[in-house]
């Protein structure tokens, strides 16, 4: 009797002290699942902005008129980054987006490369700022110009065109405690995730 009791208590022990084992990887894998459904949605919103950010750009090209930066040359040069930006932003703020915009840290706007690269001394860069950017279509954006070197008139769209790039860069931050349950296994604690998403487009070239 005494050793059947025994027996099974130990049983129980057994059990409990398995499932203590065995819970945090349940629940790594249950969170991570979740988190990375939640972390791809942020990330196709992301890639659908960069895409109509190039699509705009590439079609604004310089502005309109007579490509150059001289006198009576791109008249409109000053409404291209502008106009760039709130595409990306109307995206991001769409009704179907859960981005967080004040989690974008940067969109930049360059010249690529040949390699899709980021051409040195052709980038510009927005950083965000609730409301402090130029007016758009009647209301002002939440991203202002710290710098802007690759001025709109310089670009050309004659053949062969140069292609225009448009990145954001994004910090994700996590939904479900699944940092803390990367702490308790060995792994490293972290409450976000950084996203960088860009889009090349060719920009339209003349005949």
Not at 76 to 104: H, K, M
Not at 105 to 134: C, D, F, H, M
Request: hydrophobic residues 40%.
């Amino acid at each position: 009797m005494i050793w059947r009791s025994r027996t099974r208590t130990g049983k129980r022990g057994q059990a409990v002290v398995e499932l203590a084992l065995l819970l945090p990887v349940y629940m790594l894998l249950l969170l991570g699942m979740l988190e990375f459904g939640l972390a791809f949605d942020h990330l196709l919103s992301i890639s659908y902005s960069t895409r109509e950010g190039a699509r705009v750009g590439a079609a604004l090209t310089n502005g309109g008129g007579t490509l150059g930066c001289g006198s009576g040359q791109s008249l409109n040069a000053a409404t291209v980054d502008p106009q760039i930006v709130a595409a990306v932003e109307r995206i991001l703020t769409s009704s179907g987006s859960i981005v967080n915009l004040q989690d974008v840290s940067q969109i930049r706007i360059y010249l690529a490369t040949a390699t899709g690269g980021e051409t040195v001394g052709k980038v510009n860069v927005w950083t965000y700022s609730a409301g402090g950017g130029p007016v758009v279509d009647g209301s002002p954006l939440d991203f202002v110009a710290s710098s802007s070197p690759w001025t709109a008139c310089s670009r050309t769209n004659a053949l062969p065109a140069a292609s225009i790039g448009v990145s954001v860069v994004y910090t994700y931050r996590f939904s479900t405690p699944i940092g803390g349950i990367l702490a308790i296994i060995g792994g490293s604690q972290s409450t976000s995730l950084p996203i960088t998403d860009k889009t090349l487009m060719a920009m339209n070239p003349t005949k």
